[in-house]
């Protein structure tokens, strides 16, 4: 089992910044991919940003050059700057763990105002 401790998220004014994080601890295999999907009202929920912990990230379209993803393998833990922050980016943000197992976050809310 994994567990997964999310942290950050709250409102913003437009074109402020926030920054979330999200700790994992148990069962952790070496090799793995944490990072944030988020779902806003009526929306599917889509991937954010994804870092493995060799240190390969990916970053939906929507948010490149305005987030940033990292990690710190020694605490397993993965945060997620935002800058530049829209209306749009205005959802439920999960932290999401995967190996060969997948857990999610209990979601922290991100609301942007304008």
């Known amino acids: 089992q994994v567990q997964l401790v999310e942290s950050g998220g709250g409102l913003v004014q437009a074109g402020g910044s926030l920054r979330l994080s999200c700790a994992a601890s148990?069962?952790?295999?070496?090799?793995?991919?944490m990072g944030w999907y988020r779902q806003a009202p009526g929306k599917q929920r889509e991937l954010v940003a994804v870092?493995?912990?060799?240190?390969?990230?990916n970053y939906a379209d929507s948010v490149k050059g305005r987030f940033t993803i990292s990690r710190d393998n020694t605490k397993n833990t993965v945060f997620l700057q935002m800058n530049s922050l829209k209306p749009e980016d205005t959802a439920v943000y999960y932290c999401?763990?995967?190996?060969?197992?997948?857990?999610w976050g209990q979601g922290t809310q991100v609301t942007v105002s304008s």
């Open positions: 999401n763990f995967f190996d060969d197992r997948e857990y």
């Open positions: 148990g069962s952790i295999f070496r090799f793995n991919v």
């Open positions: 870092m493995a912990s060799g240190g390969t990230s």
